[in-house]
């Protein structure tokens, strides 16, 4: 008798060991594929645990979605389940998970956003990284509330968008982004302009002398020099004659940047500074910060003309008759290399 009862003692002592170590490796032994990096996932708001634990099968995340299920229905983690982008290492266990997803500990998204661009692009990358949609970014810019709020118009508040990488929470909201994009901004402004400058512009008025700059040239080394030449003419009461504003007018008008004709410079636009004198009505492009710091610094010179020399840099001029010559010096080079190819 008594060795029947240490049998039946044995088994159970056995029995209760392997549902030990059962439960140990449900919570505590990895869950995840063999995935060599880092691996991500979104989680809308609204979706349950179940789907996300599919999502987590579908996105090569998780080996047992079983165990994981079991797991949160015992505990009650998988009811507690955030929205949000989170990322996931291999070897994770099912506990790591859970407190992951229910914790709430995301991991920010990456936004690049790139200079010298219109707002459609800005609001398609940005949108690309995050969970509400381009619509809903180029709203954001379009709020005349939102623009009065961080300082300026609607007409402007896309030029804030400083080219920089920025990180968000997946789930920010546009008009988040479109504040902090614009602090962002204000700070790298106030560092750069101190002591005020030459002309007395207000902000947004720098940011259309920058976006000018911006789209005229990608060499950093002569944007101080072209910002130069710009707040000259702009000093002096001349017409900017700034291609970039007839470019943009035609964007507007055409929907697309094309080859400009002379016939282009008569444009009846309001941004046309061929035919009217002082700034464009608002900028022209997004600058980056190199752009807006020429602006706020610019090169102190006698230079009003400039002309392209065919490699990315420019031929600056004091005179008309200095301008033409260095236009007709570009013309003919351009001849040159057209009839040795």
């Known amino acids: 008798m ?15 060991m392997l549902g030990f170590i059962g439960l140990y490796l449900v919570v ?77 500990l995301q991991t920010p998204v990456r936004v690049v956003i790139p200079p010298g661009t219109r707002k459609d692009v800005i609001a398609a990358v940005v949108a690309s990284e995050m969970a509400f949609e381009k619509e ?28 920089e990488t920025y990180f968000f929470y997946w789930l920010t909201s546009p008009e988040n982004v479109v504040r902090k994009v614009k602090q962002s901004f204000d700070s790298f402004y106030a560092e750069n302009a101190q002591g005020g400058n030459a002309q007395n512009l207000s902000a947004d008025e720098i940011v259309r002398v920058a976006s000018l700059v911006e789209w005229e040239s990608d060499l950093v080394s002569e944007r101080p020099t072209i910002a130069g030449v710009y707040l000259n003419r702009l000093r002096d009461g001349w017409r900017l004659d700034a291609d970039p504003t007839v470019q943009f007018a035609l964007i507007q008008v055409e929907g697309q940047k094309r080859r400009l004709y002379f016939r282009d410079y008569k444009i009846d636009h309001p941004f046309n500074t061929y035919l009217f004198r002082g700034l464009p009505p608002g900028p022209v492009t997004n600058p980056a910060p190199t752009a807006v710091a020429a602006a706020l610094q610019p090169e102190d010179h ?40």
Do not use: C
Request: glycine share 8%; no cysteine; charged share 20%.
């Open 136 to 163: 809903d970014f180029l709203a954001a810019l379009a709020d005349s509330s939102l623009a009065a709020e961080l300082g300026t118009d609607t007409l402007h508040l896309f030029a804030y968008m400083m080219p």
């Open 2 to 16: 008594k060795g029947v009862l240490f049998k039946i003692g044995l088994g159970a002592a056995v029995a209760v």
């Open 302 to 341: 006698g230079y009003y003309y400039f002309v392209a020399r065919g490699d990315g840099s420019h031929t600056f001029s004091r005179t008309l008759r200095e301008h033409n010559r260095a236009a007709a010096d570009y013309r003919r080079r351009l001849r040159e290399s057209a009839s040795s190819n």
């Open 28 to 104: 505590f032994a990895s869950n995840t594929t063999d995935f060599s990096d880092t691996k991500s996932i979104q989680i809308p708001k609204g979706t349950s645990f179940e789907s996300t634990i599919d999502s987590l099968y579908a996105q090569d995340i998780v080996e047992s979605t079983r165990t994981l299920s079991l797991m949160g229905k015992l505990t009650g983690w998988g009811n507690q389940v955030k929205a949000g982008n989170y990322n996931f290492e291999r070897g994770q266990s099912n506990y790591d998970i859970l407190q992951t997803l229910r914790r709430g």
